[in-house]
């Protein structure tokens, strides 16, 4: 019987042939805290004065309150900095990123076992990682001893078909499954999506669909590691750290859901939790307060560039408010250089240094009583950004820089549809500001 | 051990944000401090009114949301002797467990505010006294029954060297 990605990992991973259903004791490759989580962790392994690291690559990441608004997340932070430099754990600075985007540019690998600290931990299953979020404690003793203990899930297979239509993409895709499945309809399992529609599809936006897999419940969202994947790693420097990971023939599902892209349209998760998704049709009109586009689940380079796309020679509406944030100093520096940043400023956008910026209610963006925020990120409970009586979407990021120039929720096929007219209609000429239309 | 206490009623998807919200991230490092706040944004009356050895009651996917070992750590130390909910989010479960807060999965459609709960850990029996009811909670996996015997993670690392699952 050939084996689901999970199972091959773990089998890998623990030295024994391993089954969903089976308890197994697996070596961690990268075990990883951010500043939420960190201190916590820390002070448990202090107790046990076992201020040591042995897994492959333990790593420490600010990003939830970067730079600290508050004494005390600042002393929060000096412990992160001190447990670093007595035990050479990694310390990924104030101004580096999002722990899930540093993990796939710089960590994770193909075959790993990746834990953090973090429930969107499983972001780096899109390289072909068995990568899961676990709590302090677990992420703590898995750093110190280099190990930690598994139930192999059960897979789930999400089949994907078909082209997306122009203004929708992966974000839409995994809210569409989430409103399917349910908040819990994928608890203890793992996701492991594939099909035509993902070979084609981009990293930036495999690790979106890896990263919400937790959304539906799920331990862990895999995506086979191929030439996509090897391409990325490449690019980074790491090509070392490539290999080919599938599915065996013949793996064993407990169920095959399959998705035509091509009848998807955007979706949009309504407040106050993730499975409350309906079609855009829905929402169309809600008046909008803060628009936020960032986070693990969207504030990577290709979605700055299509949410630049829309916004270059608009503004915001004058009521509602743009805040910007890429993941990562990488992605910053690329929005930097290829005039990404200057698009959003003129649009009205602030933009926030690499974080999670205003996601988890901490600072940068918290909402008023009432407020209404369309956010790309993954998560929208009450409370969530701040404030228990804020209201919070969730879209993709063409949603969002559409709507952010409407002020209200508005279908960003509308203007991939105006496009495609104007190119039909006067083809190789120049647009209505003279601007070269790009094809 | 058998547990006593009054029910507190909450309802479906009980979030970790409910339970240990954002805005007090500042008060992580001072967990008695962010114990005054458990629960607030699901039942503003919960951390003032509530007794110790008090349950949660509560739906569906409890704990749902972020890893934050928080939300079952500040339900522990406000006193709560443990949460009965008809299903759990994973790492909830899993957090839970590792910090010693009981956990028990069962029909909680049959208890309502302020019933008198009585539960049994050993055998997993919950007794509703105001309604005259038993009901039976589905026993915890092997491995996680080994862990919360022991007092939570770090006690069974410290007692076993190690991980002892089996």
């Known amino acids: 019987m050939g084996k689901t990605m999970a199972e091959k990992i773990l089998s890998e991973k623990s030295g024994q042939d391993a089954h969903a259903g089976d308890i197994v004791i697996a070596h961690v490759d990268v075990a990883a805290f951010q500043d939420g989580t960190g201190p916590l962790g820390v002070r448990q392994l202090q107790k046990m004065s076992l201020e040591e690291v042995r897994a492959r690559r333990s790593v420490l990441f600010i990003d939830h309150a970067a730079p600290s608004p508050r004494k005390e997340l600042s002393n929060d932070h000096m412990l992160l900095r001190e447990f670093s430099r007595k035990t050479g754990a990694i310390l990924s600075e104030i101004g580096e990123g999002v722990i899930h985007q540093r993990l796939v540019e710089s960590y994770a690998r193909p075959g790993d076992v990746v834990i953090g600290a973090d429930s969107h931990t499983c972001t780096s299953g899109a390289l072909g990682a068995f990568a899961t979020g676990m709590g302090s404690t677990d992420v703590a003793i898995g750093m110190a001893m280099g190990k930690s203990w598994f139930k192999v899930p059960e897979t789930y297979r999400i089949e994907v078909n078909g082209d997306f239509t122009p203004g929708v993409g992966s974000k839409d895709l995994i809210l569409y499954l989430i409103r399917m499945l349910g908040a819990d309809g994928a608890t203890y399992k793992a996701l492991e999506f594939g099909g035509p529609a993902i070979d084609k599809m981009s990293m930036e936006s495999r690790f979106v669909l890896s990263n919400m897999a937790v959304e539906a419940g799920a331990k862990t969202g895999l995506i086979a590691s191929d030439r996509k994947t090897r391409q990325y790693l490449k690019a980074r420097g790491r090509v070392k750290d490539w290999r080919a990971l599938a599915p065996e023939e013949g793996a064993k599902y407990e169920r095959v859901i399959v998705v035509d892209a091509s009848k998807l349209v955007p979706q949009i998760a309504f407040p106050h939790t993730v499975d409350n998704t309906k079609d855009i049709d829905k929402g169309r009109g809600t008046k909008i307060d803060q628009v936020f586009i960032g986070t693990c689940t969207n504030g990577r380079i290709e979605d700055l560039r299509i949410a630049a796309r829309i916004l270059r020679g608009r503004e915001r509406a004058p009521h509602t408010r743009l805040v910007v944030v890429p993941a990562s100093r990488d992605i910053y520096l690329e929005a930097l250089g290829s005039g990404l940043l200057d698009i959003f400023v003129r649009a009205g956008g602030i933009i926030m240094g690499p974080g999670c910026g205003p996601c988890v209610g901490v600072h940068q963006g918290v909402l008023g009583d009432g407020e209404v925020c369309l956010s790309t990120a993954n998560r929208n409970f009450r409370g969530r950004m701040g404030n228990p009586d804020g209201f919070v979407y969730l879209a993709s990021p063409a949603t969002a820089a559409f709507s952010a120039i409407k002020g209200q929720i508005s279908d960003p096929r509308e203007f991939f549809a105006r496009r495609q007219r104007k190119k039909v209609a006067k083809p190789g000429k120049r647009g209505r500001r003279g601007r070269k239309i790009h094809r | ?166």
């Open chain 2, 1 to 166: 051990m058998v547990l006593r206490g009054k029910a507190w009623k909450f309802g479906d998807s009980i979030s970790t944000d409910l339970i240990c919200p954002g805005r007090f991230f500042h008060l992580r490092s001072n967990l008695p401090e962010l114990a005054k706040h458990v629960l607030e944004d699901a039942d503003p009356n919960f951390a003032s009114r509530m007794s110790k050895g008090d349950f949660v009651v509560a739906g569906n996917n409890f704990g749902l949301g972020s890893s934050r070992e928080h939300a079952p750590t500040i339900i522990k130390l406000a006193g709560v002797s443990a949460v009965l909910a008809k299903s759990f989010a994973r790492i909830f479960y899993r957090n839970a467990i590792n910090v010693g807060l009981p956990l028990l999965e069962c029909d909680t459609d049959k208890i309502e505010l302020n019933d008198e709960i009585e539960v049994d850990l050993a055998t997993g029996m919950i007794k509703n006294v105001s309604k005259g009811i038993e009901l039976k909670a589905h026993p915890l996996p092997k491995a996680m029954l080994n862990i919360l015997n022991d007092g939570g993670l770090l006690a069974h690392i410290e007692k076993h060297g190690g991980f002892k699952l089996d």
